[in-house]
């Protein structure tokens, strides 16, 4: 009897130890900025023609003769880059970029920005591009990136106006500023943000990661997502309690536009749905029929950019 106890007993020691394991590797890929990362979209390459080429060409020529490199500061110490392209406007156009992407991949949002006639602020979050950091947080941290350009487009321009615009990871962290207390006046480096368009933004990181978790590896049904969190908390002082948009919409006073794409193949289309409902501010919603992630604007552009002007327009 004394044996089978023993065995039982280590037994479950050895599954707990696996799984902890398992939880600190998810986190190192996933949250730790490396050269491999858990869940990456594999893109479908396919050759361009001579005129898309073209038209690449010009606005990345653009961008070079345009762009300002500007640098701030995040509330937590971490020297921060983007690309500043001024278009004689106050109206400023943050662009908030997904996972492992960057400003600077961001060209075709500014320059459909800056064509509507606004200044555009293409950020580099922290760990992307040249900005400082060494973690990811899929939004939780990122919001103070957005909201320190906020402080500095009050600091340095006057009587502006601003609208957050982000994709993907860049929606998570726009969409958490939304309950920053923006447009209180106790909070006047805040209160000129006008409006806030997300594409491709989840609910919340435990709905997201299980139902990763379930297409990648068939295992969701194990802890392996809550004890990530707890690993987490433990090396990164945060969890994944703390990133959950859903709470934040519902506590917004920003108007927001909600996009995605009903085909997206790694945020589901239901989870836009849920963040609508959940918004407790004025709001609109648009689905893109055949859309994928962060390239639903490729399927009908045109209904894309004439949403998104008109809701600007609503508000500045």
Known sequence: MIIVLYVILSVIIITALILIIIANHFVNKLLIKTNKKLFERKEKTKEEDEEKKLIKEKRKIWFEENQKDVYTVSSDNLKLHAHLINNNSNVYIIIVHPYEGRGSYMKYFMEKFYNMGFNVLAIDLRSHGESEGKIYSLGYLERLDVLAWIKYINNNYN????????????????????????????????????????????????????ERLDIAYKFSFLPIVELTSIMAKIRLRFSFDDINVQKSVSKSKVPILFIHGDKDELVNCDMVHKLYNSCSSEKEKLIIKNGGHISAVMKNESLYWNTINNFINKYI
Do not use: H
């Open 159 to 210: 009587n502006a106006k601003i609208i957050l615009y982000g994709i993907s990871m860049g929606a998570n962290a726009v969409m958490m500023c939304s309950c920053e207390n923006l447009n209180e006046d106790s909070n006047k480096d805040l209160n000129n943000v006008k409006a806030i368009i997300e594409d491709a933004g989840f609910t919340n990181a435990y709905e997201q990661l299980k």
